[in-house]
């Protein structure tokens, strides 16, 4: 049972140790492709049944491929483990970007994890009938793939791929995807018939509400990437090695990096997030104050103003102060 970072870790570890003659074997990092031939052929020749089980789970079925890859990329950059604050993350979530950021947008290691506050994005679970919250999110971007762009609409095919983990066997996921298909509903991606390299689905039943939490998680990768560049959003501290682990066989030091994103926020807009997800009607209130989305944007400076740097601007209510604000309510689908 996959618990915590740590077991996270230990996975991680454990495909990262399965690619290690492949890996030894050439200069430049693995392709995708070489991850899953170097697993899939430890799949055939073990003798231990749970480990046959495992491995097969990580090399067949295409959500098991995007995990054993995600964790691969994110044991490649020393397990970069990112925090976010509940109502921090709600607020990069109804924030927008401009093409100028967007168009400079890089994840800032091979892979991530990001652990997903609270019950901020949630996903249908088949078996209890019930929506269930996505519990840490892995991304990274695919090596050694390249996608069909003939006819791509709105930008969207791309090599970023994530996984986001309710649980063990219940996960939203998507690859084939840039950054800007990335902040895009799963549907809203898939009005025109599904191009080569674009895929998007979740490994059981998928609702409306998974179509809109698959964009989410999308935004809060791209939002979290953007967000590590700038040095006062972020604090970092180390988690110490445990004795029972060694240490990879190319690096020294900590175990897993974490990192803390955010900043103090005056507005809570996890309702909103909320009422997104699961179907919105609008107020009838005609005076109202409406909200400015936050945003990423260059903003000019230097000499000049000729340099360029991205800042972040936290969304807030714009209108008469007295005014009504509009109240959503959500309806379950």
Known sequence: MLKDTNDWIDLAEKIWGICKTAREAQKEPLTDAQILDAVNARAVVTSNYSEMLMLGALTVPTDGQVSCL??????????????IGEKFAASLLVSSMSDEVLETVKMPWPGISIIVPGELLQTYEPTTKKYVPIRRIFASVAVGRTFNTEGDHAGTTGNWQFIGMASEVLSLWRFGVSPKGMLMASDDMLKEPCKDGLYEFSQMEHTDVDSKTAGLIGKLVVMTCVALTMKEMVTERAKPKSKKRKGRDTKEGPSARFFTIGKPITLDFRERVKSY???????????????????????????????????????YW???????IPVRSHVVK
């Open 70 to 83: 995600t964790l691969y990329r994110w044991a490649e950059g020393a397990y970069p483990t990112v925090e």
């Open 277 to 315: 997800m699961f179907g919105t009607r609008q107020s009838k209130e005609l005076s109202v104050q409406f909200m400015v989305a936050g945003h990423f944007k260059q903003q000019p400076y230097g000499e000049k103003r000729a340099q360029r740097k991205t800042i972040w601007v936290e969304p």
């Open 318 to 324: 714009k209108g008469d102060e007295t005014a009504a």
